[in-house]
């Protein structure tokens, strides 16, 4: 292994403008002549607007213009897209609404845009915001699933009855419903995926730019995907050609999937900008996030699983209702079809697999993929369905996963919902989790707490996911309207340093490290000689950005496939320096040296070579020493892993404590350790989160109740535990470095382990049920009830 | 109406004209454009804006910079010396105790303030001191690990990197 190389935990270059406080937010960021947005958005929930009157806020000091919804009609400003269409059962494409940035006549949520204020300072703005006077005819609401599908229900849409955006179906219906005649054992659950908002640290920001001069725009926002947004704001929203619009996502303060999305204020402020020939800049405050971030999650799932006598799983079946929110957020749809329903399976060898997914619109804030995005819903309802067959087939719920895994002779496995896995071993990553997690002695801690009056309880969930989606004619083929490549490109400087451009996108991962890492790795040039340039359409040639635990096993890929041709080119400017043949050249460790002699040549003086070529094969070559990468997957990876929690409640109070957590996870091989497993406590933390602490609410009017950080609960650093943490590798087969992704892993197994020891310790009241999130309030009155 | 705040900022003597409502975060980061200190919330719940104000860690979003007159404020731009990182920033760095970055400059001015009052804080003792700095991306363990690391090393004169 070489020093910083793969494999190995260096530590981050990134760190030192973190800490130092020299980080470059995009708030941060200011810019000559640079006013301020303030966003007017709607209080109600479902509404016409019957008038709206500015006067009074443009009259204010201070105040630039104010903007609506009928100038950017007047701008024929499009509307934000959705980039991925999912067709009915009947084969006819969903219900796709129109999303203006600015609403037109009609409010769909609260926080719903309506206009925008713009001043010389932030505070101007935003007082200036409050004199817009909005008249509204207010509309019936329909705030949650269950209003949304009642008899009768008020329309979100009128075009879209029942609300119903798509009613879609995956899996072979007849087998199922056979397999489920031939069962002697059936288990069924119930289950509510609670809404979650991600909650990145950093709130979303955005400052548009226009160089009149030369026709052309910048927009600096804090995005997962920067080319993404230029092709989505400046294809479909504003019609500005990608060579006049650049993006730039600089310092980003995570993201988690919601900074993947192409959001109302990009394209509001880049329009402004060009209407005021200033820059413009938008910050969200907190409160304004919870009401116009995408939210993530809001299932409502029914699933029946058939065994036969030896808890054997014969057949799945489940129906879910899943919350789009009011409009198509740019990914919403495949969440809880292509992302969910495919991952029914689970590292479990059932034969016969059938969902049904309803789409449905409600007044609420749009819905799309949060860290795990559809798999932890998947594997939340599984697991937990899981744990209740174990008990219906008196079977240790250990002992039921065992039987009906996917075995290891039994890769590659086609499943019956699409997918078809590479590569793993639950049983191997099981045996480590119940060793790692002490799990035999599990009795004499749970007396232990007995002792001190608390009940213990311990959960596990082998859970599967499936990252890196891929590959693009296949995606297209179920309606995904992009690609799903990435393009990486290797600059080696006459020097022999190395800069690095990727279409990935690091609001936290650590790219600068782990791709340096890969860096040194093939060229052997020095870790500090290495940059990686990332988040600007300006520098980097192309790119999908960073989602879906995408960067090592698509985005390193590209970069390692771009790192081969640059090794391949050395190698003939090494065989022309020293009069070999190219393939007698071996390079190692930054040396390219003719096999058996000590004729050799440093990869430094090669790339002079390659800009300053006086003694170089230029019939043969290009001068230069810069390759370029797209790469396509052939397939997604499958990262999957065995949780195992350890909870302690108080009877009195109802609070859950997670005292212990172990997880062994097979992420394929690791590039660097060191950040792998902070991926996995911060996921972890999340899916804790999820399980105990996190809910996002509305009342019936469509007001979000969860609106703040005072009432919508993140986990602190006392709410969690330290997680025992450990990797169990089975290389990925089908790309060259063998790695699967990590991002999301945390979040998908950790809430179905959670309850599942909630519900464990709980079973001496016969509790086998238990909404998430458990909160105290909850677990509290579960027991009295059971009393 | 604006009214001039004097005070010194990471020990120079700085001034700037404010709204009797200028929250003192805003000061920093607008008037003196100091951006290593974030707002993470509007609700005083994040502690991404956690600077020191008279030897004290506050949360610079719920102070007025009027409130501000006349005090020493530090912020983690003034952390270091010389560019020599102070040894709680190298245990960050050394621990991983951070990811994107954004809760990290609040998160070291808060375990500043802790080991100034409790040098040798265990895990449950840092645990609960750092309630109010939420972060999103580490879930807390190696920020743990390094305020301990930093707890340690601060003992020893700042000699131990780790
Ligand atoms: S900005 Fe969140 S506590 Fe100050
Ligand atoms: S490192 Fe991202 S919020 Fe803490």
């Avoid at chain 1, 730019?209 to 926002?221: I, N, P």
């Avoid at chain 1, 002695?441 to 990252?467: D, M, P, V």
């Avoid at chain 1, 394929?668 to 991926?679: A, D, F, L, S, T």
């Avoid at chain 1, 996921?683 to 009017?701: F, H, M």
């Amino acid at each position: 292994m070489t020093k910083n190389g793969m494999g190995a935990s260096v530590r981050r270059k990134e760190d030192y403008r973190f800490i130092t406080g020299s980080g470059q937010y995009t708030d941060d960021i200011n810019r000559p002549n640079q006013v301020y947005a303030y966003i007017v958005r709607s209080p109600v929930a479902h509404a016409h607007i019957r008038d709206l009157d500015i006067s009074a806020a443009v009259a204010t000091p201070g105040v630039v213009a104010v903007l609506t919804g009928a100038d950017m009609a007047a701008d024929e400003v499009g509307s934000l897209p959705c980039g991925w269409g999912i067709n009915n059962k009947d084969g006819s494409p969903m219900f796709e609404p129109g999303h203006p940035p600015l609403a037109a006549d009609t409010v769909h949520h609260v926080g719903d845009q309506i206009a925008v204020v713009i001043a010389t300072s932030r505070a101007i703005a935003k007082d200036a915001a409050e004199l817009v006077e909005v008249d509204y005819d207010e509309l019936p609401v329909v705030a949650g699933l269950e209003a949304a599908s009642a008899d009768g229900a008020a329309l979100v849409w009128p075009d879209a009855p029942g609300n119903v955006c798509f009613d879609w179906e995956i899996g072979d219906k007849a087998a199922t419903d056979a397999a489920f005649e031939q069962a002697t054992r059936v288990a069924s659950i119930d289950v509510v995926n609670n809404r979650l908002i991600a909650n990145a640290m950093e709130p979303r920001s955005a400052i548009g730019e226009y160089d009149s001069g030369k026709d052309e725009y910048t927009l600096y926002t804090t995005s997962q995907n920067p080319h993404v947004i230029r092709l989505l704001m400046g294809a479909f929203v504003l019609g500005i050609p990608e060579h006049k619009l650049r993006v730039i996502a600089p310092d980003v303060g995570g993201g988690f999937g919601s900074k993947i999305f192409h959001y109302a204020e990009e394209a509001i402020m880049t329009w402004a900008s060009r209407k005021l020939k200033r820059p413009v800049k938008w910050t969200a405050e907190r409160s304004e996030s919870f009401i116009s971030d995408a939210h993530g999650r809001d299932h409502i799932s029914h699933a029946e699983l058939a065994m036969d006598d030896d808890g054997m799983f014969l057949g799945l079946r489940v129906s879910t209702r899943a919350n789009l929110g009011a409009y198509l957020s740019t990914f919403g749809p495949s969440v809880p079809t292509y992302l969910h329903a495919t991952l029914l399976a689970g590292t479990y060898k059932t034969p016969a697999i059938y969902a049904e997914v309803k789409g449905m619109f409600t007044n609420t804030v749009p819905v799309d993929a949060y860290r795990g995005a559809g798999r932890p819903e998947a594997s939340y309802l599984l697991e937990r369905l899981v744990d209740r067959a174990a008990k219906v087939a008196g079977l240790d719920p250990i002992e039921i996963r065992r039987r009906n895994f996917i075995k290891p002779e039994d890769f590659p496995y086609q499943t019956p919902v699409a997918l078809e896995y590479d590569t793993g071993d639950y049983e191997a990553a099981v045996e480590k989790a119940l060793e790692l997690s002490d799990y035999d002695n599990f009795e004499s801690r749970k007396n232990a707490s007995a002792e001190r009056g608390k009940l213990r309880g311990i959960g596990i969930s082998t859970y599967i996911e499936a990252c890196g989606i891929a590959p693009s004619n296949v995606a297209g083929a179920l309606g995904a309207r992009a690609g799903l490549y990435e393009a990486g490109t290797v600059r080696v400087n006459p020097t022999g340093s190395v800069t690095v451009l990727t279409g990935s996108h690091s609001h936290g991962q650590g790219h600068e490290t782990t791709f340096a890492q890969l860096v040194t790795e093939a060229l052997g040039v020095d870790f500090d000689a290495v940059e990686i340039v990332h988040g600007d359409t300006g520098k980097v040639p192309f790119g999908m950005g960073t989602y879906g635990s995408r960067s090592a096993a698509v985005g390193g890929v590209a970069l390692v496939n771009a790192l081969e041709k640059i090794r391949t080119k050395a190698k003939k400017i090494a065989a022309h320096l020293l009069e070999a043949s190219a393939d007698d050249v071996e390079f190692k460790d930054g040396q390219l040296t003719v096999v058996g002699t000590d004729r050799s040549v440093g990869f430094g003086d090669v790339a002079m070579s390659a800009y300053v070529p006086h003694n170089y094969p230029l019939d043969e070559l290009e001068p230069g020493l810069e390759e370029t990468a797209f790469y396509d997957p052939k397939n997604f990876t499958f990262p999957a892993g065995c949780h195992i929690c350890e909870v302690e409640i108080d009877p009195d109070t109802g609070v859950v404590q997670v005292v212990r957590f172990t997880a062994a996870d097979d992420f394929g091989r690791v590039i660097n350790p060191m950040i792998v497993e902070g991926q996995v406590h911060g996921g972890l933390t999340q899916g804790i989160g999820q399980a105990l602490y996190e809910n996002c609410v509305y009342d019936e009017s469509g007001q979000l109740l969860s609106g703040s950080l005072m009432d919508y609960c993140l986990p602190k650093a006392d709410n969690v535990p330290d997680f025992a943490v450990t990797t169990n590798v089975t290389p990925c087969t089908h790309n060259v470095l063998g790695v699967k992704g990590c991002g999301e892993a945390g979040a998908i197994g950790a809430p179905p382990a959670v309850i599942n020891a909630v519900v464990n310790a709980l079973a001496e009241f016969g509790i086998d049920d238990m909404p998430i999130p458990a909160t105290p309030e909850r677990v509290w009155q579960a027991i009295q009830a059971a009393k | 109406m604006q009214t001039k705040v004097s005070c010194t900022l990471n020990g120079e003597d700085v001034s700037a004209d404010v709204d009797s409502r200028t929250l003192l975060v805003d000061m920093i980061r607008e008037q003196l454009s100091l951006t290593g200190t974030h707002v993470g919330c509007d609700t005083s719940q994040c502690g991404a804006c956690v600077v020191h104000v008279n030897g004290r860690s506050v949360k610079s979003c719920s102070m007025l910079a009027l409130q501000a007159e006349g005090a020493e404020i530090i912020t983690i731009e003034g952390v270091d010396s010389n560019g020599d990182l102070h040894p709680m920033q190298a245990a960050f760095r050394e621990h991983h105790g951070l990811q994107c970055g954004f809760c990290t400059p609040g998160m070291i001015m808060s375990a500043l303030d802790l080991v100034q009052q409790n040098p040798d804080p265990d895990d449950k003792e840092i645990r609960e001191w750092l309630e109010g700095n939420l972060c999103r991306c580490t879930g807390y363990q190696n920020i743990v690990q390094a305020v301990k690391a930093g707890a340690k090393s601060m003992r020893a004169g700042g000699k131990e990197a780790e």
